[in-house]
C-alpha cells in the first residue's frame, strides 16, 4: 500500500503525473540552489576555493541522493511493541535500529550529509518564505519516512520515484548554488 493511498487515483492521470515529477524536481532544485547559496554567505571563505567546494558538496549530495532511495524505497520496518531496552547496550541498538544505523558505513555517510544539512541550515541567515520552504519540504520528508518505518505503508514506485527528483534536484541546486561567487552586498 503506497505512502498517501488518496493519491492513487490522482496519479493515474499522465498530466498529474508530469506536473508532480516536475514539482518534485523543481522543488528540490530550488531548495538546493537556497542551500548552495545560503553556505556561501554563512562561509564566505569557501568562495575563494569555490570550484572544489561545488565539486565536493555535489559528491556529498549525489552521494547521499543515491544511498537514500533504497532506504526510501524498502525501509526497514520498526515494531515499536516488541523493542526492550533493559540493558545500556539494548538501548543502544535501539536508537541505531530507529535512526537507520544498523547497517553500514555507507548509511551513516547518508545520514551524516542528511544531518550536515540541518546543521549548514541551522547556521546560515536564512529568512522569511526561504526558510519556511526549506523547513516545510524537509519536515515533510521526514514525516514521510517515519510512516513508512512505522507502518505497514511502503512507497509505490512512483513515490519512489518524485523521491529520487526531489534528491536529484537537491544535488543538482547544490552544484547550482555554489558555482558563482556571491558580490557583497553595497552598504
Known amino acids: 500500500?503506497?505512502?498517501?493511498?488518496?493519491?492513487?487515483?490522482?496519479?493515474?492521470?499522465?498530466?498529474?503525473?508530469?506536473?508532480?515529477?516536475?514539482?518534485?524536481?523543481g522543488i528540490g532544485l530550488f531548495q538546493g540552489i537556497i542551500l548552495g547559496r545560503a553556505i556561501l554567505v554563512r562561509f564566505p571563505r569557501l568562495q575563494n576555493r569555490l570550484k572544489t567546494v561545488s565539486v565536493t558538496l555535489f559528491i556529498l549530495f549525489l552521494i547521499n541522493a543515491i544511498l537514500s532511495v533504497p532506504r526510501f524505497a524498502s525501509p526497514e520496518k520498526i515494531d515499536l511493541s516488541n523493542l526492550s531496552a533493559n540493558n545500556p547496550s539494548e538501548i543502544v541498538s535501539t536508537l541505531f535500529l530507529i535512526f537507520g544505523m544498523n547497517t553500514g558505513f555507507l548509511t551513516v555517510l547518508a545520514i551524516s550529509v542528511t544531518v550536515m544539512s540541518f546543521v549548514v541550515l541551522k547556521f546560515t541567515n536564512l529568512n522569511g518564505i526561504s526558510k519556511v520552504f526549506i523547513f516545510f519540504f524537509s519536515a515533510l520528508l521526514l514525516i514521510l519516512t517515519a510512516?513508512?518505518?512505522?507502518?505497514?505503508?511502503?512507497?509505490?514506485?512512483?513515490?519512489?520515484?518524485?523521491?529520487?527528483?526531489?534528491?536529484?534536484?537537491i544535488t543538482i541546486g547544490i552544484l547550482a548554488g555554489t558555482l558563482r561567487k556571491i558580490k557583497p552586498k553595497l552598504t
Open 1 to 25: 500500500m503506497p505512502l498517501i493511498p488518496v493519491t492513487v487515483d490522482i496519479f493515474q492521470h499522465p498530466v498529474v503525473q508530469l506536473i508532480a515529477v516536475l514539482s518534485a524536481f
Open 147 to 169: 510512516i513508512s518505518r512505522f507502518t505497514d505503508l511502503t512507497p509505490s514506485t512512483f513515490e519512489v520515484l518524485l523521491y529520487f527528483l526531489y534528491q536529484l534536484g
